[in-house]
């Protein structure tokens, strides 16, 4: 709405422009019916705007449809050039019935039309550029506001009771068994893992050698609790070192495995991490060997969780996804899947 209300500028302008040409070339008034008619043929625009603005939003210029949306705008850019043609004949015939009195209406829009229709295309299409930076500008700040969510989230996982108390408490007991060593190293990583959390100018997107660095010094803390009740296996395919994910993602997927895979069972537990490449996508695996999920059950549920699918739409729209289902042997298998693209190493 602020862009339509935007015309009323040019509106103003145009009817200046009328009455100071007219007085310039021939030093008199111009007929109110020219300036009128001047103020409310840029106010068409106004009323087109918001469906331009429709349209638009409709059929993004974005991959991967970039080529074929293209030319579907230039085609509307076509029949906006004509509903703006069709609206100024119309116009003309209320405010001068006398003008058209002579050639008739056909002959008025078709004139009118060809007058229009280069600046009319390029109007059409500055509305589209309008509305994609509009849109690129709220995702971005979508974007940083759920990546500090994300952060939140979790700095809270692992700052949580729990995890708090029982990692201390396993550096305590390493301290009493004089294993400084041990106690040591989980100290380390603890400051490692908060470190890495709260950095202060985190990415959307990371490299997938960042993500699992941050993944390996989790769980490394949870191997520790657990003892030798978890066991973490990661299957990385060559050369994905630089793929871009979306930070805190993969990390998410491994905490909920733990939560909800190994630490409901009292015998050892695995948990299988996985990168691959599939064409022009990336798939992101964690499998876990724990009681698994009901198939008939909605999909898992958390603020990391939800937190994900949010970042992965505003980043990729729906050329991402993120699903869980019972993995072969019984578990539970988190598959996320990434256009894949490289980020240059820093």
């Known amino acids: 709405m602020l862009v339509a209300a935007a015309w009323l500028v ?15 070339w021939n030093g008199s008034w111009p007929a109110w019916r020219q300036v009128a008619f001047t103020f409310f043929d840029w106010l068409i625009y106004a009323v087109l705007t918001p469906f331009v603005f429709l349209v638009s939003g409709r059929w993004r210029l974005a991959r991967p449809h970039l080529a074929s949306h293209a030319v579907l705008h230039f085609v509307l850019s076509l029949l906006f050039c004509a509903a703006w043609a069709g609206l100024g004949t119309l116009l003309r015939l209320v405010i001068s019935p006398d003008a058209m009195a002579d050639r008739g209406i056909g002959f008025a829009f078709t004139t009118w039309l060809f007058i229009t229709l280069p600046f009319g295309v390029a ?3 500055a509305v589209v550029g309008i509305e994609h930076a509009f849109r690129w500008y709220r995702e971005a700040r979508e974007r940083d506001a759920q990546l500090a969510q994300a952060r939140f989230d979790a700095l809270q996982s692992q700052l949580n009771p729990h995890f708090l108390f029982n990692t201390l408490n396993t550096i305590a007991v390493r301290v009493r068994d004089a294993d400084t060593s041990g106690a040591t190293a989980m100290i380390e990583q603890l400051s490692a893992l908060l470190r890495r959390t709260l950095a202060e100018r985190p990415a959307a997107e990371v490299r997938l050698d960042d993500e699992l660095e941050l993944i390996r010094q989790y769980v490394a803390i949870e191997q520790a609790r657990f003892s030798d009740r978890l066991r973490v296996t990661f299957a990385i395919g060559d050369g994905l070192g630089g793929a871009a994910v979306p930070g805190f993602a993969l990390q998410h997927l491994v905490e909920n495995a733990v939560r909800h895979g190994v630490a409901r069972r009292l015998e050892a537990g695995r948990i299988a ?5 599939d064409g022009s996508h990336l798939l992101l695996t964690v499998v876990d060997d724990g009681p698994g999920i009901d198939p008939a059950a909605p999909a898992p549920r958390g603020h990391g969780i939800e937190n ?6 505003a980043l990729h729209g729906e050329r991402a996804s993120l699903t869980f289902q019972a993995a072969t042997g019984g578990g539970t298998l988190a598959t996320l899947r990434l256009p894949y693209r490289e980020i240059d190493a820093p």
Request: glycine share 6%; hydrophobic share 45%; charged share 30%.
């Open 273 to 277: 991490i996985g990168a691959r490449r």
């Open 10 to 24: 040019p509106a103003l302008f145009g009817a200046i422009n009328e009455i100071a040409q007219s007085r310039l």
């Open 308 to 313: 994900t699918r949010e970042r992965l739409r």
């Open 123 to 125: 109007v059409y299409l």
